[in-house]
């Protein structure tokens, strides 16, 4: 039973019921949803037992509903990586920060598990369960094993076994390395059923370009920017993009091919990049030497400074996060004042959903006006402004390799929309008409063996 992320990309939660004991797999929260509707549906359960609880990376759509999981189910531990749970400790804060923006005062009321008080018992409860490694969980038999899934520092991929039957969960994954971070290893094949994310489901010419020609082309945009004595803003998210994106700029800077301007910083992200930095050996690394440390930054001025930053003087590169903009965090507030300078530039370098300032943003026009979060006024659009795609996630194509290498019986998609859902689906069948797909809906039950 999918609990979140059936059919869309949200508050992933997926609830596995093996050998008569219940394993739930991620506990994510909706950015994009309010109340208990950005929460898993726990509910569905109906109060059915869960034994084992399994993370498989640190993202907030996937590990924020932790506490609130925990609430009701406090004897379980939770299992994860140890560089997740390092993670954790930065990334859970941040959404017990976040809760008053998004919801009333009565959700928060009955969430006493993300207080600052609480939190710490619940980061108490994660065990470590490193990548290459396997539990058997409980009486039952069941096998589960940790692949390093890419994506981002010490995220996994589940492999799920009892008596024959072979489930492999991927959770968020990515076959091509990036900068830090490894590609995805894959057990064996045959499995019997692949739970499989689909993100990059559709067909998208833009995600068909390679990570070197997109570096080139982002390395062009901010030299002609520089050169025209402007500042480039690249909004990132804090785990993850910044690190990466950090490295990439970090060898341009070295190599020459960029000039030695200013790099601005800030916020949780640069704690998250003390953690990367901390597990230099970790199995998803791609190398133990390269340290964001070593990259010489400038500290992003708290929010209410943030107007006043030199980069508005001097020619910069600023990475902000969030990646999509998110109204009242530092990309979203840079932008406004971004776009009326004709010689700034703004790159975005990832995924922005429909719904997120930062799609607003990314499609305008020059010498438009656009509105977008809680603006109360349109502002002009001046300043350049460039998509890239340095996606953390599978290409569609990479999907469909590793629904070959596993030639699984029935292929199952979760965290995608359902255009992409679709769009994968049609391309399984077509190039494997043997096999099931299905796409679950949130709360209900599906049968995989």
């Not at 059915?48 to 609430?71: C, K, S, W």
């Not at 002609?224 to 909004?235: F, Q």
């Amino acid at each position: 039973m999918a609990l979140g992320g059936g059919r869309e990309i949200g508050a992933n939660s997926f609830y596995y019921g093996v050998g008569g004991e219940g394993i739930l797999v991620d506990a994510g929260l909706h950015p994009e949803k309010t109340g208990w509707a950005a929460f898993p549906s726990i509910e569905a359960l109906a109060g059915g037992r869960i034994d084992h609880f399994l993370i498989t990376h640190a993202h907030t759509d996937h590990l924020g509903g932790v506490p609130f999981v925990l609430q009701s189910y406090p004897h379980l531990a939770v299992h994860a990586t140890s560089e997740t749970i390092e993670l954790a400790k930065i990334m859970l804060l941040n959404s017990a920060s976040l809760l008053p923006k998004q919801h009333t005062q009565e959700v928060i009321d009955a969430l006493p598990n993300y207080s600052v008080l609480a939190l710490p018992d619940v980061l108490g409860k994660m065990e470590p369960l490193e990548l290459g490694t396997s539990k058997v969980l409980g009486t039952s038999g069941t096998k589960v094993t940790y692949f390093p899934s890419g994506h981002i520092l010490g995220a996994a991929g589940i492999l799920i076994e009892h008596e024959g039957t072979r489930i492999f969960h991927t959770g968020d994954t990515s076959l091509h390395p990036q900068r830090l971070v490894a590609g995805a290893q894959l057990p064996e094949g045959p499995i019997d059923v692949l739970v499989s994310e689909s993100t990059n489901g559709v067909v998208d010419a833009y995600l068909t370009h390679s990570r070197e020609k997109e570096l080139e082309r982002l390395i062009q945009t901010i030299n002609e920017t520089l050169e025209a004595g402007g500042s480039v803003l690249i909004p990132v998210f804090a785990l993850g993009k910044l690190q990466e994106m950090l490295a990439m700029i970090g060898d341009a800077k070295r190599s020459g091919k960029i000039p030695d301007v200013p790099i601005y910083t800030g916020g949780m992200g640069r704690r998250i990049s003390e953690v990367y930095d901390q597990f230099l050996t970790s199995r998803s690394r791609t190398n133990d030497v390269d340290k964001t440390s070593d990259i010489t930054q400038s500290e992003l001025p708290r929010r209410a400074f943030l107007f006043g930053g030199n980069y508005f003087r001097e020619p910069s590169i600023v990475l902000a996060a969030s990646g999509m903009m998110q109204d009242g965090t530092a990309s979203y507030m840079l932008a406004q004042r971004w776009l009326r300078h004709p010689h700034f530039a703004i790159c975005f370098v990832g995924y922005t959903d429909p719904r997120t300032p930062g799609y607003i943003v990314s499609h305008a026009e020059r010498d438009t006006r656009i509105r977008f979060g809680s603006m109360k006024r349109d502002v002009s659009v001046r300043c350049r402004i460039e998509r890239f795609r340095f996606s953390a996630h599978a290409r569609r194509e990479e999907l469909l390799e590793i629904v070959r290498r596993l030639q699984p019986k029935h292929v199952v998609l979760t965290h995608g929309d359902e255009k992409a859902m679709t769009a994968f689906g049609e391309l399984i069948l077509e190039t494997f008409p043997q096999m099931t797909v299905s796409a679950p809906e949130v709360g209900k039950w599906y049968r995989l063996n």
